[in-house]
């Protein structure tokens, strides 16, 4: 159960703590296959405070004490590699207000057909490390732009794992000392965590969709999922199948809170798009 492991080990860190933190990122795809991405990810106060403290625990008390910042520029720069080939930085806007803490990013690309997105919000969360077992490919979604009259824009949501080969890993699993199932504290401490957590993901298409069998579509744009934990939360049977399914994967997560009132979740394995 990678996600909830993944999740569960920073819950650790902030249950004591109540604050949101928010992910959002919009593609804008213009007529010739160019345009932006921009990031958006917003974290509590009390969460900012808790690593500030925890930082300031384990620095080094034989150098100057450094100021603690959660977002650094210079790793917000360096994720044009993590977004694709030929992807660059544009800007980074920093927002602070009274609640929360977080910053804007820009990044613009030439080529869609070279642009990669993660669709895991756990890894974009402060002082996350990618899960050392787990294939990146499972987590990005690429893009396929066709020019013409009209053109068309298709993606295709990560496979899942094959059955056959996710058996096996719960048969290894069973016959390992690790325990498949968290137990109750580590849960309770998970949903704390994820009580305030919102994550969503958006094409926006500079132009009119003409055609299109994309689940969620609001004028030109596209949801690709807009997920607000709270409302699995507040869903106790839906919480319940949470922890007894053992989600592997960002994409397993979506199919268990997909059916929750609010929760918007692309239905379609592969998705067109035509716009003029």
Do not use: R
Not at 167 to 186: G, H, K, M, R, V
Request: with cysteine; proline share 4%; hydrophobic share 40%.
């Amino acid at each position: 159960m990678k996600w909830f492991f993944k999740l569960s080990m920073l819950s650790i860190l902030a249950i004591l703590f109540t604050g949101c933190i928010e992910m959002h990122t919009v593609i804008t795809v213009k007529k010739d296959g160019s345009g932006l991405v921009e990031e958006n990810i917003f974290v509590g106060k009390e969460i900012i405070k808790m690593f500030t403290e925890f930082a300031a625990a384990f620095a080094d008390s034989t150098q100057p004490p450094q100021e603690f910042n959660l977002f650094e520029e210079e790793k917000i720069k360096a994720k044009t590699s993590e977004l694709g080939e030929g992807v660059e930085f544009v800007s980074v806007k920093t927002i602070k207000t009274d609640e929360k803490e977080g910053y804007t990013a820009i990044y613009k690309f030439k080529d869609i057909n070279k642009v990669k997105v993660n669709q895991d919000p756990s890894d974009e969360m402060p002082m996350a490390e990618p899960a050392q077992d787990t294939d990146p490919a499972e987590k990005l979604v690429h893009f396929k732009f066709i020019k013409g009259s009209p053109n068309k824009i298709i993606f295709s949501l990560p496979d899942e794992k094959k059955k056959e080969v996710k058996a096996q890993e719960e048969t290894s699993q069973l016959n390992s000392e690790t325990p498949a199932e968290p137990d109750t504290a580590d849960f309770e401490n998970m949903v704390k965590f994820m009580k305030n957590m919102k994550a969503k993901v958006e094409l926006k298409i500079d132009g009119e969709i003409v055609n299109t069998n994309a689940t969620h579509v609001d004028g030109n744009t596209v949801t690709l999922f807009d997920i607000d934990f709270g409302q699995l939360i507040a869903d106790k049977d839906k919480l319940e199948q949470f922890k007894k399914f053992n989600p592997d994967s960002f994409e397993e997560v979506k199919k268990l809170v997909k059916d929750i009132p609010g929760i918007k979740v692309e239905l379609n394995k592969e998705v067109f798009i035509e716009f003029e």
